[in-house]
Nanobody
Framework: QVQLVESGGGLVQPGGSLRLSCAAS????????MGWYRQTPGKQRELVAGITSDGSTNYADSVKGRFTISRDNAKNTVYLQMNSLKPEDTAVYYC???????????????WGQGTQVTVSS
């Protein structure tokens, strides 16, 4: 079994910063792509940022230049540094990881429980 545990959410004023972390644990052979998604009530979950196992990144247009995704493969952890936060960044943020096990070449997707980020004065 694999668990993704997120931390770092909270309330921040517009223009402020937060850093989210997501640590994966379990009988993991390797983690391929990792990413951060967000969701607001009544809307579909959307990709915020993704990172491959070799460090290639991609971002939603709305966060380019403000958010930075990174990962520590030794710790099976992905981070999201969020700067210049705006009220429209308010959402529940979820991490996702594509996990491989020793007993299968196929990767399986796992989600964290979500962490609330609220940007408000």
């Amino acid at each position: 079994q694999v668990q993704l545990v997120e931390s770092g959410g909270g309330l921040v004023q517009p223009g402020g910063s937060l850093r989210l972390s997501c640590a994966a644990s379990g009988s993991i052979f390797r983690i391929n792509d990792m990413g951060w998604y967000r969701q607001t009530p009544g809307k579909q979950r959307e990709l915020v940022a993704g990172i491959t196992s070799d460090g290639s990144t991609n971002y939603a247009d709305s966060v380019k230049g403000r958010f930075t995704i990174s990962r520590d493969n030794a710790k099976n952890t992905v981070y999201l540094q969020m700067n210049s936060l705006k009220p429209e960044d308010t959402a529940v943020y979820y991490c996702n990881a594509e996990v491989q096990f020793t007993w299968s070449p196929k990767a399986f997707g796992y989600w964290g429980q979500g962490t609330q980020v609220t940007v408000s004065s």
